[in-house]
């Protein structure tokens, strides 16, 4: 049975309630226009001048969301789960095209903001992004939430930036509290990268 990963009721995650939400209905253009400042920062080079005009509007862009601080369960970053990257910058914008109890699929596009060099994402990109779908499908189809015991990655090929790239991921085996999940990243047909992560079951109260 396929999940929709946008009701709250069909994930682990559900004690934040309803999430779609959570932010307003603007908050997903907010995002994106994060990333975009995200990438052309780490693309641009800027005179002193505009430097320090961007850097004053970002100042002043950082003191209106301070005023507005809410506490970690209550902001929508990272708990959108209808959004790219469950709208939170610091994770690549993956897309969810199919989300089961044991099985994901996925679409993910590096943007220049994940640029290593020569045109290729950093491995670290690779990483976050292998963490959050293996993570998160450890702790799907009502299983208990989990921790990154560990999260091991092999790096096959370069992933280029710019390019959509498949992401497939499935738990392989629950021993105990322990869920080993494996995930594959594709460039078209080719393995760009692989992972195997060990996830283990909170105690109950264990944060």
Not at 8 to 30: K, Y
Request: charged share 25%; no cysteine; proline share 6%.
């Amino acid at each position: 049975m396929t999940a929709d990963i946008g009701d709250a009721q069909t994930d682990a995650w559900s004690h934040q309630g309803a999430v779609s939400q959570r932010g307003g209905s603007h908050f997903a253009d907010l995002i994106e226009q994060v990333r975009r400042v995200q990438d052309a920062v780490v693309a641009a080079s800027l005179p002193g001048d505009a430097t320090e005009r961007v850097a004053r509007h970002l100042a002043e862009i950082a003191d209106i969301l301070a005023v507005h601080e809410v506490g970690p369960l209550d902001a929508p970053a990272g708990a959108r789960l209808d959004l790219p990257g469950r709208g939170h910058p610091l994770l690549p914008p993956f897309v969810v095209e199919r989300w089961t109890e044991r099985e994901v699929r996925a679409h993910v596009t590096f943007s220049r903001y994940f640029l290593g060099g020569n045109g290729a994402a950093t491995g670290g990109a690779h990483a976050v992004l292998f963490n959050e779908i293996l993570g998160r499908l450890s702790a799907s189809a009502g299983r208990p939430l989990s921790r990154t015991a560990y999260v091991h990655v092999n790096y096959r090929r370069v992933a280029p930036i710019g390019r959509r790239l498949t992401v497939e991921a499935k738990v392989e085996r629950i021993e105990g509290r322990k869920r080993f999940v494996t995930g594959r990243l594709f460039d078209g047909p080719l393995v760009v990268a692989d992972a195997e992560g060990l996830f283990v079951e909170l105690l109950p109260g264990q944060p």
